[in-house]
């Protein structure tokens, strides 16, 4: 079962390669919170990896976006970036370590940032975006 289901009501923001980009952060989330239920410690790996990779990629893309077009609030909303990928590359560290486990809860944790964040703060810039012709 997913952990997380994209919708355009709920995490549209109306700028393609975001609502594509974080559709597959989806994807590779709820990959990463089924793959726990196998007891396969290199594929739970091999999921955070990529997971983790593919959010500092987008993220990335987010904010040249914004600095490209001026985007008001880039800086509080890189701010909410660095947040979330320190957390995460702490948690990967120690994983790798052998410190830590992925648990559900780790899953969870993403998905309610991810629930919070693209509604409440990304949606902000899709009209700004598209006013500036980015769709």
């Known amino acids: 079962m997913a952990l997380l289901e994209w919708t355009k009501e709920a995490f549209g923001t109306n700028v393609s ?3 594509h980009q974080h ?3 989806f994807s590779m ?19 955070l990896d990529a ?5 500092a990629m987008h993220f990335k893309t987010e904010e040249d976006l914004m600095q490209a077009h001026g985007y008001p609030d880039f800086a509080a909303h890189k701010a909410k970036h660095d947040e979330l990928v320190q957390t995460c590359l ?3 560290k120690k994983f790798h370590a052998g410190a830590l486990e992925i648990t559900p809860e780790t899953t969870t944790f993403v ?3 991810l629930v919070n964040h693209i509604p409440n703060i990304d949606k902000r810039y899709g009209p700004f975006f598209n006013e500036k012709g980015v769709a």
Do not use: C
């Open 23 to 25: 559709q597959e952060i």
């Open 17 to 19: 390669e975001a609502d």
């Open 29 to 47: 989330l709820n990959g990463l919170h089924d793959s726990l239920a196998s007891g396969d410690r290199q594929a739970v790996g091999r999921q």
């Open 111 to 113: 998905k309610d940032w």
């Open 90 to 92: 702490d948690v990967q």
């Open 51 to 55: 997971l983790i990779d593919y959010v």
